[in-house]
Nanobody, 115 residues
Framework: QVQLVESGGGLVEPGGSLRLSCAASRSIFRTYTMGWYRQAPGKQRELVTTITTTGSTNYVAFVKGRFTISRDNAKNTVYLQMNNLKPEDTAVYYC?????????WGPGTQVTVSS
């Protein structure tokens, strides 16, 4: 069983930055695509970004140029650097590990963007 634990969420003013981290319980990075999703109150969970084992990244339009995903295979950790945060980025952010039919989720970390 894979365990994912997010950290780094919090309250930030509009225009500010946060870096989220997701640590895995064991080495899965050689085979799993890692990703970040988010869920705002009253909305469905949505994809934010993914990174493959070879480092290829994919971003949804509303975060391009502001968010950056990266992974450190030696530390079994994936990061999400979020810059120029907007109030609409407020959500619970979830780490995801996926390989074929196998998918795992972290418990989530709250990000609140407010003045």
């Amino acid at each position: 069983q894979v365990q994912l634990v997010e950290s780094g969420g919090g309250l930030v003013e509009p225009g500010g930055s946060l870096r989220l981290s997701c640590a895995a319980s064991r080495s899965i990075f050689r085979t799993y695509t890692m990703g970040w999703y988010r869920q705002a109150p009253g909305k469905q969970r949505e994809l934010v970004t993914t990174i493959t084992t070879t480092g290829s990244t994919n971003y949804v339009a509303f975060v391009k140029g502001r968010f950056t995903i990266s992974r450190d295979n030696a530390k079994n950790t994936v990061y999400l650097q979020m810059n120029n945060l907007k109030p609409e980025d407020t959500a619970v952010y979830y780490c995801n590990a996926n390989w074929g039919a196998a998918t795992f989720w972290g418990p989530g970390t709250q990000v609140t963007v407010s003045s």
